[in-house]
Structures are given as C-alpha cells and as structure tokens.
Nanobody, 121 residues
Framework: QLQLEESGGGPVQAGGSLRLSCAAS????????MAWFRQAPGKEREGVAI???????YYADSVKGRFTISQDNAKNTVYLQMNSLKPEDTAMYYC???????????????WGQGTQVTVSS
C-alpha cells in the first residue's frame, strides 16, 4: 500500500518561500501521477500541480510562475517549491498519487495527511 507523508509547511510572510516535501513509501510510485492539492477553509480541494516521471503535466493558473513541482526518484520524494507566496495561498496542502490523470481530487486514490501553510500579509 502506498503511503504518503508531507512535511515543510508552516507560517510565512507574504512574498516568502516554502518547500513542501512528500515522501512516498510502500509502493513503486514512479509510474503514478503525483500531485499537490490544497484546501482552504470553506473551499473545495483544488489541484495545484501534477507530475509524472519527472515531467510536469499541470499547474493551476493561480500558481503558474510561482510554484514548481519536482520529484527525486532516488528518494521517492515529490517537492513543491512555493515562491512569492500570497495570503490566498493559505491552505492545507496535500500530496496525492493516482494511476490516472485528473485535476479532480475525487479521482485520486492515495493521500497524505496534509501540511498547513499559512501566509500572513
């Protein structure tokens, strides 16, 4: 069974940067799509970035040019580098894995517990 564990969240001021990490274990994840989603209070979970085999396949419009998704297969880890953070980026960020591609969170099979990112103005 695939297990995902996020880390790297925390408080940050607007304009700052954070790097989230997602460590995968218990499964060969390289054939899977790996993604970061986020969910702010009162809002639906939304896709932020998706990657597969080292190739980025999706960024949400709201994060293009500011966030970068990457993966290190040797470490079975996916990263989300977040720069120029804005208060509206405040959310719980989740790592996810799926054998199929979708920007709809309901299609994703495996989830981490999430890591909170809070951006203050």
């Amino acid at each position: 069974q695939l297990q995902l564990e996020e880390s790297g969240g925390g408080p940050v001021q607007a304009g700052g940067s954070l790097r989230l990490s997602c460590a995968a274990s218990g499964y060969t994840y390289r054939r899977n799509f790996m993604a970061w989603f986020r969910q702010a209070p009162g809002k639906e979970r939304e896709g932020v970035a998706i990657i597969r085999g080292g190739v980025t396949v999706y960024y949400a419009d709201s994060v293009k040019g500011r966030f970068t998704i990457s993966q290190d297969n040797a470490k079975n880890t996916v990263y989300l580098q977040m720069n120029s953070l804005k208060p509206e980026d405040t959310a719980m960020y989740y790592c996810a894995a799926s054998s199929v591609y979708s920007i709809n969170y309901e299609a994703w099979e495996n989830w981490g517990q999430g890591t909170q990112v809070t951006v203050s103005s």
